[in-house]
């Protein structure tokens, strides 16, 4: 048994015990807060101060530029400078008051998706409360009476200001977890459609997207998740967009442990590689870390791309010999593309222009060559102890264990049609 493995098997008894100890509780172990506090890759958790007992916030909500990945800037609309929103954490029993600012040109309102409170306090523009107009802030003010990965969302207008960002998760920490956390990811999945030289992000799209994205950004703009092997990762996944996503992590086979409802018990959770994310709901998936670098992207073909044009003819086997010059006639710096498939793509970002303020397909460089992919994708790095410190560098993937090229045996060769 290697150490690691020693760790993983003594750790829950250990926990156990720190469970069961009167006055030992969770909190000695992450610096004073009751939880592990979560990680919004890309992203930010919101400040709080307490006020006779209320753990208070203030949220603005206003037009922000927003980077995608590198090279691409969009006009979006979010919260206190960034999209998705910062995120709210708080325990259950906890009182919260939130100020919310309205910057915008409209009037918006927050509803809380998810949470249980009074219903003058859910946020719905005409229906729970007056909008707040442009300029105004208004307080919201109520008592967390569950746990789970909530998030938050403009309730007026939403079809625009929703699709111009405006989201953010709420996350609510049970009293007391049994089983600790190493790590807590939050991601949002979204899509925009921001038409090719464009940076305003068009709401009135339905269906037909082009970029996808985690917390807002597209690969290799988004930062990996990382961890050390043995450790329990848990993910959230948060949905307000238009579109489902199957969300597939490799190497790992994960349990799907909670959902907008909070935890599940153990005997209801199930086993997984990839979870779907619907609009309007949340997922939360845990797992113990494998030492690697692994991807984690939406499988929907086209999301884990960029920009990607959806009206380009099929030219997939399509013998173009002598087409590119022709062409190039009419349209200097024509090259013919898509015989063999798209990757080529990746290797064409490097020295194609395309409009402005636009990202190519795919790219992101591997150990091993151009990754081939973009919008919602990223990598979760685990390294064991000996690494600690290298989840910046590529897995150095022990000798013998990397696929590489081979002689057929005589046995495949001569069965070979
Ligand atoms: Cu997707």
Redesign the pocket.
Not at 243 to 247: C, K, L, Q, W, Y
């Given at each position: 048994m290697s150490p690691c493995q020693r760790m993983c098997v003594a750790l829950p008894f250990l926990l156990l015990i720190l469970v069961a100890t009167p006055g030992v509780s969770v909190l000695a172990q992450t610096g004073g807060l009751p939880y592990t506090p979560v990680v919004t890759p890309n992203g930010a958790t919101l400040p709080f101060r307490v006020v006779d007992g209320v753990k208070e916030f203030h949220l603005i909500v206003e037009e922000i530029q927003h980077e995608l990945a590198p090279g691409m800037t969009i006009r979006a609309w979010g919260y206190n400078g960034r999209t998705p929103g910062p995120t709210i954490e708080a325990v259950e029993g906890d009182r919260v008051r939130v100020y919310v600012t309205n910057r915008l040109p409209k009037s918006t309102a927050v509803h809380w998706h998810g949470l249980i409170l009074p219903s003058g306090m859910d946020g719905v523009q005409g229906l729970s409360q007056q909008g707040i107009a442009p300029g105004a802030t208004f307080k919201y003010e109520f008592t967390l009476r569950q746990h789970g990965t909530q998030m938050y969302h403009s309730h007026g207008d939403e079809m625009v200001q929703i699709g111009l960002g405006a989201m953010g998760f709420f996350i609510i920490h049970p009293r007391r977890r049994e089983t600790r956390i190493d790590r807590d990811y939050a991601i949002f999945?979204n899509?925009w459609a921001v038409h090719p030289g464009s940076s305003r992000p068009d709401p009135n799209v339905m269906t037909d997207f082009d970029l996808?994205t985690f917390n807002s950004r597209v690969f290799p703009g988004t930062a990996p998740l990382t961890a050390r092997a043995g450790e329990r990762v848990r993910i959230r996944f948060g949905n307000v967009g238009q579109?489902?996503?199957?969300?597939h992590l490799h190497g790992h086979s994960f349990r799907v442990v909670g959902t907008d409802g909070g935890d599940l018990p153990v005997a209801a959770q199930w086993p997984e590689t990839t979870v779907t994310i619907a609009p309007g709901q949340t997922r939360d998936i845990e797992f113990v870390a494998i030492e690697g670098d692994w991807a984690l992207h939406?499988?929907?073909r086209h999301?884990p791309m960029n920009a990607m044009g959806h009206d380009i003819p099929n030219v997939l086997g399509v013998d173009q010999d002598g087409l590119e010059e022709r062409i190039q006639t009419l349209l200097p710096g024509y090259m013919a593309m898509g015989e063999t498939g798209m990757e080529e793509h990746a290797q064409h970002a490097g020295h194609m222009t395309g409009p402005d303020n636009t990202l190519p397909m795919m790219g992101g460089e591997g150990p091993f060559g151009a990754i081939g992919m973009g919008g919602?994708f990223t990598l979760l790095k685990v390294r064991g102890r000996a690494d600690a410190d290298q989840e910046t560098e590529w897995y150095a993937n022990p000798p013998g264990t990397v696929a590489e090229p081979a002689e057929l045996p005589d046995y495949w060769r001569s069965r070979m049609p």
């Open positions: 999945v899509e996808f579109e489902t996503h199957p969300i939406c499988h929907r999301h919602m």
